[in-house]
């Protein structure tokens, strides 16, 4: 069992940078592959970006490839998701997600946990 809880969403102006954090609680999570989802008012949830138990697999949407950056810290339980250069359609709430395989998450599939979601507006 693993209990996801993230924060670091908040209001930020475009072109701006934010760190989102996903803490993990459970035995399980330095062998969990982890990823980020987002979901916008009125559209369905998308994958954003996922990273393997290691840290050593990342695989990224085209839409943020370039500007985002996932990556964990297996002795703080965390897995981070920083922000660059942030646009109006970044506006979502985000979710942390654990799963087997960072290949299945970036596909979409294979999700185990998730947590609330924290929600990040980026103003124009």
């Known amino acids: 069992q693993v209990q996801l809880v993230e924060s670091g969403g908040e209001l930020v102006q475009a072109g701006g940078s934010l760190t989102l954090s996903c803490a993990a609680s459970g035995r399980t999570f330095s062998s969990s592959a982890m990823g980020w989802f987002r979901q916008a008012p009125g559209k369905e949830r998308e994958f954003v970006a996922t990273?393997?138990?290691?840290?050593?697999?990342?695989y990224y949407a085209n839409a943020v490839k370039g500007r985002f950056t996932i990556s964990r810290d297996n002795a703080k339980n965390t897995v981070y998701l920083q922000m660059n250069s942030l646009k109006p359609e970044d506006t979502a709430v985000y979710y942390c997600?654990?799963?087997?395989?960072?290949?299945?998450?970036?596909?979409?599939?294979?999700?185990?946990?998730w947590g609330k979601g924290t929600l990040v507006t980026v103003s124009s």
């Open positions: 997600a654990a799963g087997a395989s960072a290949q299945a998450i970036s596909r979409n599939y294979g999700m185990d946990y």
């Open positions: 990273i393997s138990w290691s840290g050593g697999s990342t």
